[in-house]
């Protein structure tokens, strides 16, 4: 009886981790994705509770309350969407060889260094990209010569195209195709922080025009608020940041992030 063909992720050799019959591949380290979760949902929860519904009551005569309400969570939404989507995407992996390039191979038996007959292969080549030579380098690992702008991940244990690095608060590699989604998941951070952070101080300008008329009567009525407003500052030096590092990057062309690939592992 004929055995059943095994599917490329049941044979993976590096150590991505597998969801639904390989349709979602993640890094080993997937569980960090939990932690980037909870670090969204908490402060935008606590925002919603102590911030924006009290708001909601502030502006009961219009809907601007219900507004900054819906706003927070269908905006917190769309960010988890995007880190799912990064996180869950083929980052654009190089599929490996079952056996190293034949054309490449030559025997090398004169080493002194060597047992003689070992396979031997050089380890930089030049081969020719749009009518320019370039220089790429074998990976032992994958048995393949890499492409250009890729590089061996040590923590996924695979070749990815484009290779930016290997984020653990995404549990991802991000290279080729998953680079947009990380993009936009890290800007649209930035401004879910910036708008918490506004609308919280907002809030502290309403209870000082109401019952609260200064700032330490208002943050102490509202303890929340000033926890906000602090975690917001401190995330947005690091999203922020992240943020306009990437842009910079983008528009010095040292990463493509419109390139489409439909290829999968």
Known sequence: MAQPRQRVYQAWKGDNRFFFGGRLIF??????????????VVPVALFCVFVARHLRHQFH???AGYAILIVAIVYTIYVLLLLFVAAARDPGIVPRASHPPEEDIHYDSLSLTDTPGTLQFPRVKEVIV????VKV????????????RCSHCSICNNCVE??????????????????????????SSSLLCIYVFAISALY????MDGDYPTVWKALKHSPASLALMIYCFISL?????????HMYLISTNQVLVLEKSTSRP
């Open 27 to 40: 890094g080993p380290d997937v569980k960090s994705l939990g932690v980037s979760v909870a670090l969204i």
């Open 61 to 63: 005569a219009n809907d």
């Open 130 to 133: 749009n009518g320019m030579p």
């Open 137 to 148: 380098k074998y990976c032992e690992t994958c048995m393949v010569y890499r492409p250009p």
């Open 162 to 187: 484009r290779f930016d690095h290997h984020c653990p608060w995404v549990g991802q590699c991000i290279g080729k195709r998953n680079y947009r989604y990380f993009f936009l998941f890290v800007s």
């Open 204 to 207: 502290i300008k309403v209870l």
């Open 237 to 245: 030096w690091f999203v922020g940041g992240l943020t306009g590092f």
